[in-house]
Each structure stands twice: as structure tokens, then as C-alpha cells.
């Protein structure tokens, strides 16, 4: 499994599966692990990490959103508190969740050493700008509705750290399951927020490369917001042009072929959704 660590309070383990990203915020006296995700022997080496660092403090765990591939560690940390979105302790499709991530083991063989369960959240986020202070850190949570209806972000200024969940990522373009103008009101306010916290220069996304420096973390929000007018001409303007600059736009991401799958995706999303 491949681990990086841009910062030393900082340990991010990607894994093989659609180099999804979980990580390891060491506050000092306390340790948040964030979306600890998929393989039964990737999570076990997050969790040992943990275990090596912990010296007897406080474990949270925090998920950006509920997404399965998101939430299917958090049977391996049972002693952690959760922190997450209002909506994420509310959503009405927990059942329905647990359930995709038996139907992902069973299709795969695979045998989860703990028991499936959705997240109880101890700590909700309900309002955006909500500031924490745990092991001694300040830390901020913004709401980041969009990609799904529940969708959180993390925030330490002292340590320069952004963690964005399905987000900002290098390899993917703005993937909306949930609203094309809440995904975009979520990116402009993250640009006003990151212009106005200067520390900020590390962006942990969801998935794909680590992004370094505040030019890099500011290039990738203007790039999700050019895909998102892209996305909206080509629905507002069906025609063989706007299909074709949105389509050489997507290889800037990833001329992966299961992108074009997506996006048509975002596309029946936005014709769905969308209210001038």
C-alpha cells in the first residue's frame, strides 16, 4: 500500500483501489483517521499505524461523506468517536449503504475481520465554518454538499492541511450524484475560504495525487469550476461542439474511457437538478 507523508503530523495511505485516499491527522493528543477505506489488509495497516502513534489518547474517526468506499473501515477503530455532517447522521439510506458494501464483499470474496455497520456520529457538523478544538487544535469543518447530499471538509490552519473528500481530486473531474449548483456554490465558497486561511498549501483529495502548494490547490478548484460551465453548455447546448471540447477537456483528468461514463452521469444529474 502505498503511504506518503507531506507533513509529519500527516500519514496518507492510498489505496490500489481507485487510488482512494485515507488518512492519519496526528494532532498530539489526539489522532484522526479519516475515511479509512477498502481492502481488508489496507485498512489493517492504517489501523497498525495508528495503533504505533496513539500512546494512549483520544481517536476520532471523521468521514467526509457516506459514500461506500468511504465508510467501510469503521468497524476496524470501534473505540473511535465519529465526527461528520449533520446529513450524514441523518441520511435515510444507511441500510441501503451497508448494503453495497456486502454486495462489493461477496463479489470479491472477501472477509471483513470486523462487523458492517453505518457510523453513529458523535460530533455533527451542521453549520458551515464549524470550528472543533480537539487535542489542543483548532480545527474547521466546512459543509460540501454537491458530489453527495452529506459532504464535509477538514481544515487545520496551523498544520497548512486540507481534507476534501471526493474533491479537487487530480484524476477525476466533479463527479455529481447530488446537485450541479450545490457542487459549484461548494467550490466557490472553498476558494474564499482558501484565500482567506493562508496557511493552507497541502490538499489531501479523495482520490489521486496529493496537491502541494496553494497555486496547485488553487489551479484544481478553477479547473472543477471550468468543468462544471463546460458541463453546463453541453447540457444547455447539446451539440456535436460542446460534446467534443467537453470530451478533450475530460483527458486533461484521464483518458480513462470509464470518465466518459461519468460524466454522462453529471450530465442526466444536471438536466435533473438544475434551476436557473
Known amino acids: 500500500m502505498k503511504t506518503q507523508s507531506p507533513s509529519p503530523v500527516i500519514k496518507v495511505f492510498e489505496s490500489s483501489l481507485y487510488r482512494t485516499n485515507s488518512c492519519v491527522l496526528n494532532l498530539g493528543d489526539a489522532v484522526i483517521v479519516v475515511d479509512p477505506t477498502w481492502l481488508p489488509e489496507e485498512i489493517k495497516a492504517i489501523r497498525s499505524y495508528v495503533d504505533g502513534i496513539l500512546d494512549g489518547n483520544a481517536l476520532y474517526l471523521f468521514f467526509t461523506h457516506s459514500d461506500f468506499d468511504h465508510i467501510l473501515g469503521y468497524g476496524a477503530f470501534p473505540e473511535a468517536r465519529v465526527i461528520a455532517s449533520d446529513r450524514f447522521a441523518k441520511n435515510n439510506r444507511k441500510g441501503e449503504i451497508i448494503k453495497e458494501i456486502q454486495e462489493f464483499d461477496d463479489r470479491y470474496y472477501i472477509v471483513r475481520p470486523y462487523g458492517l455497520d453505518y457510523p453513529f456520529t458523535d460530533f455533527a ?81 479523495g482520490h489521486g495525487d496529493i496537491g502541494a502548494g ?37 483527458k486533461s483528468y484521464s483518458t480513462n474511457p470509464f470518465l466518459i461514463q461519468e460524466h454522462e452521469r453529471n450530465m442526466e444529474t444536471f438536466l435533473k437538478t438544475f434551476r436557473p
Open 214 to 250: 496553494r497555486p496547485e490547490i488553487m489551479a484544481r478548484i478553477h479547473k472543477d469550476l471550468m468543468y462544471l460551465d463546460l458541463l453546463k453548455q453541453e447540457c444547455q447546448n447539446p451539440d456535436l461542439a460542446a460534446a467534443n471540447v467537453c470530451r478533450e477537456f475530460i
Open 125 to 205: 457538523i451542521n453549520t458551515d465554518g464549524q470550528n472543533m478544538n480537539i487535542g489542543g487544535s483548532e480545527l474547521l469543518f466546512t459543509l460540501a454538499p454537491g458530489h453527495t447530499y452529506d459532504g464535509a471538509m477538514l481544515i487545520w490552519p496551523e498544520a497548512g492541511i486540507i481534507v476534501a473528500g471526493d474533491y479537487l481530486s487530480n484524476i477525476e473531474f466533479p463527479f455529481i450524484y447530488h446537485s450541479y449548483k450545490d457542487y459549484k456554490h461548494t467550490l466557490e465558497s472553498l476558494l474564499k475560504t482558501i484565500s482567506a486561511i493562508e496557511s493552507i498549501n497541502i490538499l489531501i483529495p
